[in-house]
């Protein structure tokens, strides 16, 4: 199971992960603050060449960049059909109105969706669980034992995939698997939930047995670093989401959301 | 006692003073009013009964057993005088499976997690955790993945995690219940090497006497309620109490609880064959091919082989769960019964009366909340008369003395009462063929007798028996037949295999 899987070995996979994380932020206000096409469209073609520049571009082609591109359309057709008419209505039917304005609209959406989820999910990709746990305790001092409790958790998504696997089978073997499936997957999950909170238990007391929650001030084998390629990646960051705000207000296309 | 230089500590103590525990929300104090002392450097191997509270015990030494929300303690449990609650970092602790106690998702920060915990600085971690892997022969790289790892380098490396912190006190809880014949090997050389290392006191627990014999200096048997029963040199205490220890459920060395009879007149009669037939998990991804074999009512199969060699994937395509790869399996007319096609295609209810299937671990195949209901499962899908179901669960609870146990909740059962529950659940549809994965792991002498001969009994009756195992014990003693698999020589994951079935020894 990739969740928990070590550090992937692709560019900017050693970049503290709570920079990568910060660096989407700027951009993501941006891109809330205003409903128009061209400022998500300039994001969209910043993000193609940055991603491209530091060699990440397969990742964006990949498949697991796939839901991206089949959820923004269908969000965008929605806007299409359902969004605030306005302008020249091209066609009615019952609440759906397709007019100039929700077409604006629905473009608007579809880049907006692309252009906030594409760095999130290609950067999130480049995190390594461990790195991100780091960061989170050392660069933002999260609590420790919620940061490690929850990164030691996620080792056991994995197994909770094969226990799934062998649920349905074992279902299989007991001669309730031909009708049901609701009622059945319902059980099934109920059963997943009993064998994680068992291991999770298990996973505990091995935690316990080896000083986790002792009252001494935790020290850190690894170092979570924060210098200048971090405040590089977030520079590009902001940089990016001001190249996308500054396209817009030239392009006059700029509207804060509320003000509209 | 030499310490290793990065690995020494002072070996500790522990004394136990009328102690006790009891678990929330249990009655009866698992363990009652315990005198013991342990002298620094002592090797002791504890015994006892399932029930007889010797894991309480270790997990109390560890300091793991919580506050007073999670039970009630009485007397004193010290470790070098103090309360071993907080005394931590003084003692380690290895648990017996190998899947639920890897922390970090990287061998090297694994092992670094207690020195974080107990605030050592960083630049001495690293030299602590290169030692301790070293130390346990795990010879990987710090950034290996732990996911990757078998489960006898799992039981290491926790091993290594242990060892880093430099306790006083190593205890291991049935470390090596889990493991393949090999993983078993690894392990105990792994600690023996620790403990000379180390010099640490030690403490462990199994069933199997003859792994740590050579190891231990010391043999603690405990019975009900954490009596002490006996308490001495190994050989003594082996030979004085063999029938208390034998009673206890306890392997005594190269004793097998019990040898089948030849099998009798009744002919055998193929139920099941594969030709050359491929098996997967995850379809398209093959681990095991050309399988040729064929399944005998009347007779018992035993598959054994290396961990991940595919003997449980086989076993569930033989029990008609996962769709084989390639190759076939035909369904003799005496198995199928009218069924149509592979055995894969079988409805679920068809399969119940034909094959049935109990697998490694009882709690995946459990879906009721009591031991009788868990029972009626498989009659009821069979839309049986009401009568004829309570007197199938009858028989059953009564011939695998879950009768007391009824009404209680399946995954509260002990481990060798969830392994004779998963076998009744699969009898209780009297299906043609059995297929059990690891029917003997991790249970004690007596748990495996009841087992063998209700597997005897079952041959006896004409049923085709198909046991994924690695316990030698069980091929010897039960199995009229032997599948071996092999791991091919130069491809370690998917390849031909290279399979050899041949008569078992016996």
Known sequence: MSIASVRPGLPLAAVNPVAKVAATVPLSIVLVLTLDPVSAAVAIACELLVFALVGLGPLVWSPRTLPIWIAAPLTGLSMVLYGAPSGETYWQFGVIHVTEGSLLIGLATMTRVIAIALPAVVLFLTIDPTDLADGLAQTLHLPSRFVLGALAGLRLVGSSVDDWRTLRLARRARGVADHGIVRRGLGQAFALLVLAIRRGSTLATAMEARGFGAPVDRTWARTARFGAVEWSVIAVGCLVAAIAATAAILAGTWNVVWAA | ?506
């Open chain 2, 1 to 506: 006692m030499a310490p290793h230089e990065a690995l020494g500590a002072r070996a500790a103590a522990v004394s136990a003073q009328g102690w006790g525990w009891r678990h929330g929300g249990r009655r009866t104090p698992a363990v009652h009013d315990l005198d013991l002392e342990i002298a620094p450097g002592e090797r002791v191997l504890l015994l006892g009964a399932s029930g007889s509270g010797k894991s309480t015990l270790l997990h109390g030494m560890a300091g793991v057993l919580g506050g007073d929300d999670e039970g009630d303690a009485t007397g004193r449990l010290l470790i070098d005088g103090r309360p071993a609650a907080a005394t931590r970092g003084r003692s380690g602790l290895v648990l017996q499976d190998p899947d639920a106690q890897v922390v970090m998702a990287r061998v090297g920060d694994d092992v670094a997690f207690g020195l974080e915990n107990l605030g050592i600085p960083r630049e001495e971690i690293w030299p602590r955790v290169d030692a301790a892997l070293d130390a346990v022969g795990l010879d990987l790289p710090r950034d290996h993945s732990t996911a990757e790892l078998s489960g006898g380098q799992r039981q290491r490396l926790a091993l290594a995690g242990v060892l880093a912190m430099r306790p006083g006190l190593i205890l291991l809880d049935e470390p090596t219940a889990n493991l393949d014949p090999a993983g078993v090997l690894e392990v105990r050389d792994a600690v023996a090497r620790v403990a000379e290392e180390s010099g640490a006191t030690f403490v462990v627990i199994e069933h199997r006497v003859s792994t740590w014999l050579p190891l231990v200096d010391r043999v603690i048997v405990l019975g009900t309620g954490g009596a002490l029963i006996a308490d001495g040199a190994p050989g003594d205490v082996l030979d004085a109490r063999a029938a208390e220890l034998r009673a206890a459920g306890v392997w005594l060395p190269s004793e097998v609880p019990w040898h089948a009879p030849a099998p009798g007149a009744a002919s055998r009669h193929p139920l099941l064959t594969a030709d050359r037939l491929d098996v997967a998990r995850v379809p398209g991804v093959p681990v095991l091919r050309g399988v040729d074999v064929q399944v005998d009512g009347g007779g018992i199969l035993a598959v054994t082989g290396p961990n991940g060699v595919g003997k449980s994937t086989l076993a569930l395509t033989l029990a008609g769960l996962l769709r084989p790869e390639g190759g076939r399996l035909i369904a003799g007319p005496e198995l199928a019964k009218g069924a149509h096609g592979e055995p894969w295609r079988w409805r679920s209810r068809e399969l119940l009366t034909r094959i049935g299937t109990v697998f490694q671990s009882p709690e995946h195949q459990f879906l009721a909340g009591s031991v009788r209901a868990e029972l009626e499962v498989g009659p009821r899908a069979l839309k049986l008369p009401a009568a004829e179901v309570d007197a199938r669960t009858e028989a059953l609870l009564h011939s695998l003395r879950l009768d007391r146990l009824e009404g209680v909740n399946p995954f509260t059962l002990s481990g060798g009462e969830k392994r004779r529950l998963s076998v009744a659940t699969a009898l209780a549809t009297r299906p043609r063929m059995l297929v059990l994965d690891e029917p003997t792991f991790g249970q004690d002498a007596n748990t495996w007798r009841e087992l063998a001969r209700l597997i005897v009994a079952l041959r006896d009756d004409g049923v085709g028996v198909v046991a994924v195992t690695h316990d030698e014990a069980f091929v010897d003693a039960v199995a009229d037949r032997r599948l071996e698999l092999h791991r091919p020589a130069g491809d370690e994951r998917v390849a031909p295999a290279g399979t050899a079935s041949g008569e078992a020894r016996r």
